[in-house]
């Protein structure tokens, strides 16, 4: 294998830095393509596209509920799967002597909101001031295109990786997982993984694990005139009533958090979040049902199940203390999000590999964190026993209005991807 010395490091930086242009343009066509949950099939051709002009080998697949429902790690959907689509571009070793490594990213975004809070259309990838808007700009098209440009760069000093290398472009990661689940269930495997979230250059040491829920609550529907006499029951008060109480529960967790040593000095590690409330038919009339969806999360080791448990406990214990509630109680279901925590141990040579890499980019020694929000590095340690590096570039409002990503820690990010690829896995000449 060619040794990977300093000059041969300052060529592979070199590289990155020749290459960015065109590896920002093609982010910015990736921008372009809307790919919230339902609509992704059009960015995964693209990527498919990407990856078959560089020679890798393409797998694209649907996911399919039925082969993936009795892995570990799998999150229940009321939605249909139809558009949704795995892609992966495999990179073929001649030698195989090094480390094989998957490269792992996701092509969904969360939903974009009101347009009109936007301060421009939030598919329209403009530069300003060195940051490139747009939803999915950060969160994660620019580390899906830093993968596959970090490996354009080693090409052009005439090198690749000499190792099985899989570059991984999964759905679903920002409501489920199942995406990345697929991918293990298709038997992709390797001795670490890579995942460029935009949660900045340090290494991410541990994660919680979301899930969501929802709660439906029942009302008596009567004319509204019929309220003021206290005949039936208003499904939105109750439900406020019930949303109010939940702060109790999410106090009663986060009171756990030193029971979880990476987690002790979190000011507030577990984040309960009311993301969606429906209810009512019709201003006069009492309502007779609402909903609300929450998403919570758990600490890395803990029991999904007994969260669960916790979860439904509470919900009727805090019925109890309402006439009507307590005689019909409201139920519990749950639909996207059913992960575990993970942490990311057991992991020297991948953690040195990444450190050297980042020195040799940031002339900094390499920082960690902790995070309250979470990757699908989970499935990778968790259910794979692999190794799984998060460490991404710099994104402000990641999931919020006018969300942006830095492009100068983007092509610092995808230099460390090159010089870590060159680590990990090693380098072969491209075969004439
Ligand atoms: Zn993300």
Same mark, same amino acid.
């Given at each position: 294998m060619p040794e990977l010395t300093q000059a041969l490091k300052a060529r592979i930086l070199a590289a990155v830095n020749d290459g960015y242009a065109d590896q920002t343009d093609t982010l910015a066509q990736l921008v372009r393509i809307p790919s919230q949950r339902g609509e992704e099939a059009a960015a995964q051709d693209f990527m498919a596209a990407q990856y078959e002009a560089r020679g890798y080998e393409v797998d694209r697949w649907q996911i399919d509920i039925d082969a993936i429902k009795h892995m570990p790690g799998f999150s229940p959907v009321a939605v249909s799967y139809d558009n949704a689509? $795995?892609?992966?571009?495999?990179?073929?070793?001649?030698?195989?002597? &090094?480390?094989?490594?998957?490269?792992?990213?996701?092509? #969904?975004?969360?939903?974009? &909101?009101?347009? %009109?809070?936007? %301060?421009?259309?939030?598919?329209?990838?403009?530069?300003? #001031?060195?940051?490139?808007?747009?939803?999915?700009?950060? #969160?994660?098209?620019?580390?899906?295109?830093?993968?596959?440009?970090?490996?354009? /760069?080693?090409?052009?000093?005439?090198?690749?990786?000499? /190792?099985?290398?899989?570059?991984?472009?999964?759905?679903?990661?920002?409501?489920t997982g199942n995406g990345a689940l697929a991918c293990l269930q298709r038997g992709y495997r390797a001795d670490a993984a890579f995942i460029p979230e935009p949660l900045l250059p340090m290494l991410m040491r541990a994660q919680v694990g979301p899930m969501w829920f929802q709660v439906q609550v029942d009302g008596d529907p009567q004319h509204a005139s019929a309220a003021f006499s206290g005949a039936g029951a208003n499904a939105i008060q109750k439900a406020i009533f019930m949303i109010q109480a939940m702060d109790e529960l999410e106090e009663r967790w986060n009171g756990r958090k030193c029971e979880?040593?990476?987690?002790?000095?979190?000011?507030?590690? @577990?984040?309960? $979040?009311?993301?969606?409330?429906?209810?009512?038919?019709?201003?006069?009339?009492?309502? /007779?049902?609402?909903?609300?969806?929450?998403?919570?999360?758990?600490?890395? &080791?803990?029991?999904?199940?007994? /969260?669960? !448990?916790? @979860?439904?406990?509470?919900?009727?214990?805090?019925?109890?203390?309402?006439?009507?509630? !307590?005689?019909?109680?409201?139920?519990? @279901?749950?639909?996207?999000?059913?992960?575990?925590?993970?942490?990311?141990?057991?992991?020297? #040579?991948?953690?040195?590999?990444?450190?050297?890499?980042?020195?040799?980019?940031? $002339?900094?020694?390499?920082?960690e964190y902790v995070t309250s929000a979470a990757t699908d590095a989970r499935f990778y340690g968790l259910y794979a026993d692999t190794p799984a590096i998060v460490y991404g570039p710099e994104c402000r409002m990641p999931h919020g209005n006018d969300e942006s990503v830095n492009l100068e820690s983007v092509r610092k990010v995808t230099q460390t991807i090159a010089l870590f690829i060159a680590e990990w896995c090693g380098l072969e000449e491209i075969a004439a």
């Open positions: 689509f $795995n892609v992966v571009g495999t990179h073929r070793s001649r030698t195989r002597q &090094g480390r094989s490594l998957i490269l792992n990213g996701h092509i #969904d975004v969360v939903p974009v &909101g009101p347009r %009109s809070q936007w %301060s421009r259309d939030p598919y329209d990838p403009a530069i300003i #001031d060195g940051w490139m808007h747009g939803r999915g700009a950060g #969160d994660m098209k620019s580390g899906l295109i830093a993968c596959m440009a970090a490996l354009d /760069a080693l090409r052009r000093v005439g090198l690749q990786p000499a /190792a099985d290398v899989f570059l991984q472009s999964v759905v679903e990661e920002e409501c979880h040593t990476h987690f002790c000095d979190h000011p507030h590690p @577990i984040r309960f $979040n009311l993301g969606k409330i429906a209810g009512g038919d019709w201003p006069s009339s009492v309502p /007779a049902w609402c909903t609300f969806d929450m998403r919570v999360a758990v600490f890395p &080791g803990q029991s999904l199940e007994a /969260a669960r !448990a916790e @979860i439904e406990a509470f919900v009727a214990e805090v019925a109890a203390r309402d006439p009507f509630l !307590a005689k019909h109680p409201p139920k519990v @279901i749950y639909h996207g999000f059913m992960a575990e925590g993970y942490e990311l141990k057991d992991s020297e #040579d991948v953690e040195a590999a990444l450190r050297v890499s980042h020195e040799a980019v940031f $002339n900094e020694p390499l920082q």
